[in-house]
């Protein structure tokens, strides 16, 4: 069974610093890798994605040059660092995989993920 674990989420003030986790366990990481956030009563929401080599990135404009997203593909684990958090980044964050190796035709979109874990959620205070 396939299972992504999150961590990482917790309480910071706007301006500060986090790094959100996903570890993968049961297969082999070797599909693309995604972070979405989803707040009450909204979708989920394409932060940022990667290809499966990690060469390829992709994200949302308004985290644009305030996150990145890597892969440790060896130690089957997708990385989120946060800077510069803003109050309207907070939210759930989810780890999705797509399970295809056909690469997405929109990598920041949720239905061309079919794996997905719980969430680490994430509070930013002004």
């Known amino acids: 069974e396939v299972q992504l674990v999150e961590s990482g989420g917790g309480s910071v003030q706007a301006g500060g610093s986090l790094t959100l986790s996903c570890v993968v366990s049961?297969?082999?990481?070797?599909?693309?890798m995604a972070w979405f956030r989803q707040t009450p009563g909204n979708e989920r929401e394409g932060i940022a994605a990667t290809s499966s080599d990690g060469e390829r990135k992709f994200y949302a404009d308004s985290v644009k040059g305030r996150f990145t997203i890597s892969r440790d593909n060896a130690a089957k684990t997708l990385h989120l660092q946060m800077s510069n958090l803003k109050p309207e980044d907070a939210g759930m964050y989810y780890c999705?995989?797509?399970?295809?190796?056909?690469?997405?035709?929109?990598?920041?979109?949720?239905?061309?993920?079919?794996?997905w874990g719980r969430g680490t959620q994430v509070t930013v205070s002004s």
């Open positions: 999705a995989e797509r399970y295809s190796p056909r690469p997405p035709d929109y990598p920041l979109a949720s239905h061309d993920y079919g794996i």
């Open positions: 049961g297969d082999a990481f070797i599909y693309y």
